[in-house]
């Protein structure tokens, strides 16, 4: 059975040799191989760091323990306090290197992709998406995170039948990642004259960007539509057929762009979305769950499915996941949603400690 200090040499060696591998002149020519060492690279260094700062907390343990067992008088008190500092270290270091060897998400790190659709409830539902939308743009904005919007579709009481956007940042999937799914509204429509309470629902699906090394998309396999831009209640916005809809013929997979007054830009935006779609397709293929993971974010868009309810009259946000009620959906709205996040993710983390660390890196 390895000890620590074995596996330490073994993560050691490791990455002694990815550093040789990231010097080798042909990796430039494998960008996908880059992406994939680089990634490790890292990871293995943070985790080889608190290894040896750990391996030399154990060791002042023993020697204050062996001082502590030869001392005397103020020495012995001295050779105390010593002990229990360093005992301090490594219960810290203990637990910094068990967070680091939890199972990274792949994605992590990457681009994201974020789709929110009106669900159940007519118009409210399209005008709640329209609150959620300015919600991540809020929360992006005090990330400091940058935002493309790719495509809306507004309706007809400045409501948003669907808006896609990207997202960079170097945490915005970990972040985001928890928004995937159902939200549920209860409040008061603007088109309700009794005062009555409704719920009504959104979808929102996180897809973590893909590059196109990684998605390789066969043009005969494309079915390229061109067409008039339009806004709300059909009325024409261009005048040239500078619209794209994009079908993916194997997958039936169909991407609408007319945001752009370039053809060629909208294109290029549908693309970027089809590869995404792919990629998160074939991560759930490759994990036997045949595109579960996407049907879990989104499920029916039912109001009685939902990860997080808003409701509007007692200024409560509550996120059925982790059993949180906060009451300050004002701020939510606005963008502080860092509570919600990070109650989610020490949920998440405490799953994976209780469920056992591996004994080496994700790769």
Request: hydrophobic residues 35%; proline residues 4%; glycine residues 8%.
């Amino acid at each position: 059975m390895s000890t620590p200090a074995d596996r330490l040499r073994e993560w050691e060696r490791e990455l002694e040799d990815l550093r040789r591998d990231l010097g080798s002149p042909d990796l430039g020519a494998d960008p996908v191989r880059l992406a994939a060492l680089s990634r490790r690279h890292k990871e293995l260094e943070s985790v080889v760091s608190v290894a040896e700062r750990l391996e030399e907390a154990r060791a002042d343990v023993a020697a204050a323990r062996e001082l502590l067992n030869e001392s005397s008088g103020q020495e012995r008190d001295l050779a105390r306090s010593e002990l229990v500092a360093a005992e301090e270290r490594v219960e810290k270091l203990g637990e910094e290197l068990r967070a680091l060897l939890v199972p990274r998400d792949p994605a992590e790190g990457r681009d994201v992709i974020v789709e929110i659709r009106g669900a159940e409830g007519g118009e409210e539902a399209n005008l709640f998406a329209r609150d959620l939308f300015d919600m991540y743009l809020r929360y992006a904005e005090r990330r400091g995170w940058k935002v493309q919007v790719l495509s809306t579709d507004a309706s007809g009481r400045d409501g948003l039948n669907e808006a896609i956007f990207l997202v960079k940042g170097p945490d915005a999937f970990q972040r985001l990642k928890y928004e995937g799914g159902p939200h549920r509204v209860q409040r008061v429509p603007v088109t309700e004259s009794q005062g009555r309470v409704h719920t009504s629902s959104a979808t929102v699906t996180v897809l973590p960007a893909a590059d196109e090394v990684e998605v390789s998309i066969d043009p005969a396999d494309l079915r390229i539509d061109v067409y008039r831009s339009t806004g709300p209640g059909g009325q024409s916005v261009n005048t040239t057929d500078s619209a794209v809809r994009i079908t993916h013929l194997p997958t039936g997979i169909v991407v609408s762009m007319q945001d752009e007054k370039s053809q060629i830009q909208n294109r290029a935006k549908a693309l970027q979305v089809l590869r995404a779609r792919l990629a998160q397709m074939e991560h759930d293929r490759q994990a036997a769950e045949a595109s579960e993971q996407r049907r879990s974010q989104v499920g029916g868009g039912g109001r009685s499915e939902k990860i997080r309810t808003y409701n509007f009259r007692e200024n409560r946000v509550t996120d059925h996941r982790v059993k949180l009620t906060l009451h300050k959906l004002d701020r939510v709205l606005d963008g502080d949603l860092d509570d919600l996040v990070d109650a989610l993710q020490a949920d998440e983390r405490g799953r994976q400690l209780a469920s056992g660390a591996p004994a080496e890196p994700s790769s």
